[in-house]
Every structure is written in structure tokens, then in C-alpha cells.
């Protein structure tokens, strides 16, 4: 409500500039055709200054926050943790813990709340919400089924970490989370709009687009001690957040029960 106009075109004349774009050219092109266009078409543009470097930084969080929203919508579970940034040292060790908590029908958590104890209609998630330029969240995310409490569908979320911050990973799961992640990235590198794209945003999040290929390299070096230490900093009860929704006349298990 407090936004002008003044205040849209500020922003806009700060952060839209030269200095502050990354453009990335893939194809059948000449390097120095490209150079010269881009010549023609950006030099005429003042480069502007260095966009100010973000000063904020979150506090960090001192107890578990729990809330509880009363709809006629159908329930849901969302638990958040404080998540990391696409430079931090643990970035690909969380991504894969990802993946093995959420991704496909033989992730963790699909196959306990879905496919066996049938607990759950649909999962979903994020590990960098809502970017990862900066921390952001780690998002786990359920809808119960019909008649299935949401404080047990938590617990049994719970109960997958802590399988992983004690280590219990195969080295077949392993293996699959590095196939799949692997096969996802050169999918992405299979044209030349996700070249260009992959390249421009691995040059803004992390400095170089070689980290395409070095992150690819780090795979194959991440072990289950790895992601057994990574889930052990990355799940942590003080830094957590719960959020339920349920109905108006739904009795859910109080937080003390969990």
C-alpha cells in the first residue's frame, strides 16, 4: 500500500542496469559476432552502479514456532527448517537429502506416508524456498488423508529424519540420488535454451558457470557420513517451524503430545 511510482522506478534504475546482468548466448553462433552485437546494443547503456550489497541478516532462531490456521480446506502439514544458501559447503549434501526424503515414488517419506501406511494424498516441498541466493527455508509439506490425525502424520516425518541423522542410508539410495541428480542436470543440457539458462544462473548464484560441471564433480564425492552430518546441522528442533491447517471441528494433538 505505501509503494509509489517513484519508489517502483528507484528500484528498477538500481537494480536493472548493465552492471548488474549476466547474459548467457548458446548455439550455433560466432563469439565475435556475438561480442559485436552485444557492443552495438548495450554500450550505449550507462553501466551503472553496483547494486548495494544485502546488510540484513535473520536473526537466528532460538525455540521451535508452532501455528495452527482453522479452515474448511482441506488439512495440511508444512514443517520448515532454516535452510542454507547455494554456497554453503553442505548446499549439495541438502539437496540430496532432498531428494531422498521427497523425490519420486521411492523417496523416504512417499513411501512410509503414501504407498504403506497410506497416511498422506500428496507431498511436496522445497529445500530453497523461496530462492537460494540467500538462506531460505527447507520445506516439508503433507495432506493427510481422509480420518488420519495431522500430528501423526508430523510424527511420522520426524521419524524418516532422524533414520537419516542416524546414518540409516543405503548405498543403493545413495547411488539412485546421484543418478537421478546427475541425469537432471544434463537433461537441463540437453538444448540450448537450458544451457544458456543453466550457465547464466550458476555465473549469478555462484560466481562462475564451471559450477554446473564442479557440482556434478561433488557428487560423487558425498558420502552417507556426508549426509548424515549435514542432516544433523540442517534438522534442528530450535530452528524448526510447524504449521497446521485443519478443520473447525478437527481435535488435533496438542504440540506436547509430539
Known sequence: EAATIQDALDFYETHYVPSNMTIAVSGDVDPEEIKAFAEKYFSPMPAGGQPPKLLTREPPQRGERRLVIKDDAQPILMIAYKGLDANHPDAIAVRMIYDLLLIGRTSRLYRRLITEEEAALHLFGNSTYPGNRFPGLFILAAFPNQGV?????????YEEIERIKQ?????????RIRINRRANT???LSD?????YQFASSHRLRGTWKAVFEDLDRLD????DDLQQAAMRLFREESRTVGYTINEDDETTSSNDL
Open 167 to 175: 546414518g540409516d542410508i543405503s548405498p543403493e539410495e545413495l547411488e
Open 149 to 157: 490425525d495431522v500430528a501423526d502424520l508430523e510424527k511420522m516425518v
Open 221 to 224: 564425492d558425498i558420502s552417507v
Open 192 to 196: 540450448n535454451i537450458g544451457i544458456a
Open 186 to 188: 544434463l537433461r537441463g
